[in-house]
């Protein structure tokens, strides 16, 4: 396999670059054949960098290239006012190393809106895409992995936008992880036909034409996590609401199992002794691991960190960039689109 | 209290009359003010009466008139169609007894579609409201209750309906829970102003604009359960994704914590330890107490019950009718929205 060449946003997330510097640190060793770009303010990473060193003596830095940059994209900057002033900001920066083939993958943990506005323009679509979509990984009954797609990239979507999304679903669950006839379905208030917005009926249509496709028709929130589709197609505005509820329900779950465990020592001691034990289990459910939703559709590859994400979050965000680098995912999308809109033609 | 009169449509879920029998039977006990009517099989509903009398011998079943229909509204009905044709089926009956006052409030777990086109139909709207909405409660951090709304009554709002919806989720938090006043805020993919659809937007302003409404602004699906609004608002399409998402969520945790303690003696003995001692602090989670969504806006109280609502959550969905009809949730309503039309006029 040829070297790979990673560009990493250091200054984009929440929790500042220390928390990008340990996860490179890591992935500079998972990846020997991997080299690292880092945009960003260089002192600062640098001295970073030093602290990590001083840690970890067999760290070569030998792989890795700073840029330094002189902006920083805030989370709430606007999206058309970044494209005109922060052109040399760590995001753009990063941007512009995919765009112009001198890197193979960037990773940011900054603002969204920005993050696509920069990589649409930029990066650009491949031919024959609409629109780029913003997609992640979700758990599914099982301990398999099903994908949620758009999530807010397009927060209003036409038919054919959809259906691309389904098509772009679907080469995501057969490279990233496996599956040889991935079941596509739409999010929708109910199965029966009648239910529905009529762009969501539409686009079942389109789905249900396409022999490229294993569609099985809709599916409801209550289905998600169930494996009933590998690959769940929705606008970017439902696609937000429905994962970001879920992290809300997960987290009032956790948070009430941790509050309620403190109320008694015989239910800490319980509680310490089922989650020794529990650990690997749950492991599938922890979501550092499915951290990194990919900006799907360009001529590049762009994976979006959660803005808070951990050290080892912002690690996995990290390794699927360089996965989806690895298998070429924009080229296989590529393919599949123009084999569809060939069969469409 | 006057006496009450609630009706229930004892045909209309999944697992049939024998559930609603077994509620009523409960709710005969503990509302001895309440008069019950049941539509539905007679024969069949007198049996399963008759077999809860054995084994209760205290039922006191004079208050319990059983109502006679020939017709049943399945899952699969197009509402339209149960309009027309099913004029003598359970569903209806209730309904028409709601309508014609001569009873307080109908509970069923019947097809949403048809109960909703009937009610909005017969019962018909409170003067000024522009749609009835499908409400219910959510568990939030701290152990509290908001209200999200609309769940699937109306797929698609204007502005103006959604700023309803904020109105009449005020009275609802007010009454039911006793919040003074009510956080209300928009469900929207983001927090910023910009972010969003435009008709969100609009909504946003005339909240904002109205001295009756405590509006705090836009929030996100992960913030559903923190207390953070009291009152959630959306169109009918995205509050039933966000909820179903919610419950796919929480079933996916609940019944892996379930297999992973199938896997060892020990693990099986934690697991059994733990939720004898912690079953009351989760009572508050338990989703049979949250089961009933209201719709509201009407000249009546409607509950609808899940389909395949258990005997004790039908029964939960039977105390939220009843007590709305003890506050007289409908007047309360119509007197809030009458105030707020007069602020805009």
Chains 1, 2 share one sequence.
């Not at 840690?55 to 920083?72: A, F, M, P, W």
């Not at 920069?118 to 629109?131: E, N, Q, S, W």
């Not at 691991?289 to 080892?312: D, F, M, T």
Request: aromatic content about 6%; glycine content about 8%; proline content about 4%.
């Amino acid at each position: 396999m040829a070297n790979l060449t990673l560009v990493i946003d250091a200054m984009g997330g929440d929790r500042g670059p220390s928390i990008v510097v340990a996860a490179l640190a890591r992935a500079l060793q998972s990846f020997p054949d991997v080299n690292f770009i880092v945009t960003g303010d260089e002192p600062r990473l640098k001295a970073l960098f030093a602290r990590e060193s001083k840690v970890n003596k067999n760290l070569d830095l030998t792989r890795l290239t700073i840029h330094h940059t002189t902006q920083i994209v805030h989370m709430d900057d606007k999206p058309g006012e970044c494209l005109r002033k922060k052109q040399d900001s760590s995001m753009r920066v990063a941007i512009d190393y995919v765009a112009e083939g001198k890197a193979d993958a960037c990773v940011s943990a900054g603002n969204t809106g920005a993050l696509m506005a920069m990589a649409y323009l930029h990066i650009k679509t491949l031919p024959g895409v609409i629109r780029p979509a913003l997609v992640a990984p979700i758990p599914t009954a099982g301990g398999s992995q099903g994908f949620l797609l758009d999530l807010g990239a397009n927060p209003v979507c036409d038919a054919e936008t959809l259906f691309q999304f389904g098509v772009m679903g679907t080469v995501l669950a057969k490279e990233m992880v496996g599956v040889s006839e991935p079941k596509v379905a739409l999010l929708n208030m109910g199965t029966e036909e009648i239910k529905g917005p009529d762009v969501v009926k539409q686009a079942g249509l389109l789905l249900a034409q396409s022999p490229s496709i294993n569609y099985r028709g809709f599916i409801e929130g209550s289905d998600l996590f169930t494996g009933k589709a590998d690959v769940v197609v929705c606008d970017g505005f439902t696609g937000n609401i429905a994962l970001k509820s879920c992290e809300g329900m997960a987290k009032l779950v956790f948070d009430h199992f941790q509050a309620s465990m403190k109320d008694h020592w015989l239910s800490k001691a319980l509680a310490w002794l089922l989650v020794k034990r529990q650990r690997k289990s749950w492991q599938w459910l922890n979501p550092d691991q499915y951290n990194g939703a990919s900006l799907i559709g360009l001529r590049g590859v762009v994976v979006k960190s959660h803005g808070n994400a951990s050290a080892n979050a912002f690690y996995s965000a990290i390794t699927h960039a360089i996965k989806e680098a690895q298998i070429q995912l924009p080229e296989r999308i590529q393919a599949q689109v123009e084999a569809v809109l060939s069969e469409q033609s």
